[in-house]
Every structure is written in structure tokens, then in C-alpha cells.
């Protein structure tokens, strides 16, 4: 079975796919995330077979979906609704569906430290003044 490769993915130098290569500054989809939605409060489940195991939260409806390989929750999410950006709720990691590449913007930071917020301690010291 033939399965195209996106240019973005194909290294000219070996004429593969790099694995490297297949984590990308540029994603044409980062304008369909809606942080109006995004909450990350909820008990990380995928809403569909309702585990923690491989959870990803959908950035542009705010759902919870399990995996990201072929015939995944997440995958068919993707390609159902066109819903192309997820976030691994484990590792905190961006990846477009369905090409499966990871994406790394820093415009992406302030959904991160929303997940998982962190301080320094002078941040902490001054809770209490």
C-alpha cells in the first residue's frame, strides 16, 4: 500500500522521510484553534472510550481523544470534523492530524502553561504578601 508523503516530510538528501524532519515550524492549521474552548480542568479522558492512555485534547472543539495512529479516536476525529491540531496531554506536545507530523511554534506556549502552569520560587514567596 502507496501512502503519500507530505513535502514538507521528504528529505532530499536521502530521498526519505526523515524522522527529524517530520516535526515542523509551520502548520497551516494553528488559525482553527479555539482557546475559548480549551479546558483543561476536565479529567483527561478521551470521551470516547474513556481512557488515560495516550489522551490528546482536540485545540479547535476541546474534546479528549485517545491515540494518534491510524484508526485512532483522535485520527478519525481529524478526519471527520477537520480538526487538525492536538495536544498530547501527557508529554505536552502539538501534533497536526492527520499527517501526524509534531509542531513546534512558540505561539503555542500559553495553551501549554494553562495546562500545566509553572512558577519560580520568588513567584511563590510573593503568593503570600
Given amino acids: 500500500m502507496l501512502t503519500a508523503v507530505p513535502s514538507h516530510l521528504f528529505s532530499a538528501k536521502n530521498g526519505r522521510v526523515d524522522s527529524e524532519d517530520r516535526r515542523s515550524r509551520h502548520c497551516p492549521y494553528l488559525d482553527t484553534i479555539n482557546r475559548s474552548v480549551l479546558d483543561f480542568d476536565f479529567e483527561k479522558l478521551c470521551s470516547i472510550s474513556l481512557s488515560h492512555i495516550n489522551a490528546y485534547a482536540c485545540l479547535v472543539c476541546g474534546k479528549y481523544f485517545q491515540g494518534r495512529g491510524l484508526k485512532s479516536h483522535a485520527y478519525i476525529h481529524s478526519v471527520q470534523f477537520s480538526h487538525h491540531v492536538f495536544l498530547n496531554l501527557h508529554t505536552l506536545k502539538f501534533y497536526c492530524l492527520p499527517d ?26 510573593n503568593l503570600d504578601k
Fill in 100 to 125: 501526524n507530523y509534531e509542531i513546534i511554534d512558540s505561539s503555542l506556549e500559553d495553551i501549554t502553561y494553562v495546562l500545566k502552569p509553572t512558577f519560580t520560587k520568588q513567584q511563590i514567596a
